[in-house]
């Protein structure tokens, strides 16, 4: 599944559109790396989201492609803040 598609899916960023926009100006990383909207999610997978002076981490649980609301947190799971190496 595409990396937009999946934050508004599992409900991280409400619309595709913002999570798009996230993707090109760099603030959205897949595996410690800066990700393209139209990259490959997959359970396993690291997502990192630059919102202001925060960061939020979530490790991919399961992709499906619809999902009810309440079900939308199962898909993932936070990280703790990453340390400073």
Known sequence: MR???YL???RLIKRRTVANEACDN????LNGRVARASAEVKPGD???IA???RETRVEVLAVQ?????EAAS???R????SEEQ
């Open 74 to 76: 199962e898909l993932f």
């Open 8 to 10: 508004k899916i599992s």
């Open 51 to 53: 919102f202001g002076n």
């Open 46 to 48: 690291i997502i990192g």
């Open 65 to 69: 492609e619809n999902v009810r609301k």
């Open 26 to 29: 760099g603030r959205v990383t």
């Open 3 to 5: 990396l937009d598609k």
């Open 78 to 81: 936070y990280l703790p803040a």
